[in-house]
Nanobody, 116 residues
Framework: QVQLVESGGGLVQPGGSLRLSCAASGFVFSRYAMTWYRQVPGKEREFVARISSAGDSTNYADSVKGRFAISRDNAKNTVFLQMNSLQPEDTAVYYC?????????WGQGTQVTVSS
């Protein structure tokens, strides 16, 4: 049974920080690249960040470069997204994804709301 369970979302003021977590189970976590995407109602899903299976390579969307950081702990089967300097435009449901060649898994998402 494959599971990806996101947590850590919530309400934060502009300029604040949150750390999202994604706990994985049911597959060989260390073989999968991990990603974060986000989606606003009525909009297409947007790529946020990616980390390689070994954690030695990362990629970020231009909109979050310098503010967000993706990391992983393969011993704990967990991927993280540290989000700093949050702005209202970061408000979205954030989804954790796992990729290995053509095999893809997705979690249910966690809501992040940035508002005064």
């Amino acid at each position: 049974q494959v599971q990806l369970v996101e947590s850590g979302g919530g309400l934060v003021q502009p300029g604040g920080s949150l750390r999202l977590s994604c706990a994985a189970s049911g597959f060989v976590f260390s073989r999968y690249a991990m990603t974060w995407y986000r989606q606003v109602p009525g909009k297409e899903r947007e790529f946020v960040a990616r980390i390689s299976s070994a954690g030695d390579s990362t990629n970020y969307a231009d909109s979050v470069k310098g503010r967000f950081a993706i990391s992983r702990d393969n011993a704990k089967n967990t991927v993280f997204l540290q989000m700093n300097s949050l702005q209202p435009e970061d408000t979205a449901v954030y989804y954790c994804g796992a990729y290995y060649v053509i095999r893809n898994y997705w979690g249910q998402g966690t809501q992040v709301t940035v508002s005064s």
